[in-house]
């Protein structure tokens, strides 16, 4: 699983996760949110991307995503429930690393892409249970930059 860093690169898994612990550990006493949210684009196939915030907050942030190529999704319904399962196993992941560092206390949100306007709204309730019956608080648009101003700029 190769990660995006806008200033260092391409990163593992590992690697990103060491930077997001050593961006922490330089200002400890700030608070810190974790936001993983998932965009996607379709064109001859979908292009899926899984972007993870971290947010000092009043601070600033920085930000890594990962880009998964799947085949043409034409249904709204399958492209938003494959976007959330995406960022919730990319989330339980984090969340576990986290536990096993001495970072239990970090919340970690999962930013989906749907809101109250347009297609996606019948879509709400379903999504937002699967993530918070996975133990993530959610968040949907306008709140959900994680997937629709982070992700969405990489989908292009």
């Known amino acids: 699983m190769v990660f995006i860093s806008p200033s260092k690169g391409r990163l593992s898994f590992d690697k990103m996760m060491k930077d997001i612990t050593e961006y ?5 006493l700030s608070s810190y949110k974790i ?36 085949r043409k999704i034409k249904s709204i319904r399958q ?16 969340a ?30 379903e999504v937002v249970g699967m993530v918070t019956g996975s133990g993530f608080q959610a968040k949907i648009k306008p709140e959900a930059y994680g997937a629709s101003s982070v992700a969405d700029k990489h989908t292009k």
Do not use: N, W
């Open 35 to 70: 936001i993983i949210g998932t965009d996607s684009m379709v064109r001859e196939e979908t292009c899926f991307i899984t972007a993870v915030v971290v947010h000092r907050l009043g601070k600033g942030a920085r930000y890594y995503y990962r880009k998964i190529k799947h």
């Open 24 to 28: 922490i550990k330089g200002l400890p």
């Open 79 to 94: 492209k938003v429930f494959y976007e959330t399962a995406l960022s919730l196993e990319l989330g339980g992941q984090i």
């Open 96 to 125: 576990k690393f986290f536990s096993e560092s001495g970072f239990a206390e970090l919340q970690v949100e999962i930013h989906i892409d749907v809101g109250l306007q347009g297609e996606t709204k019948s879509l709400i309730k």
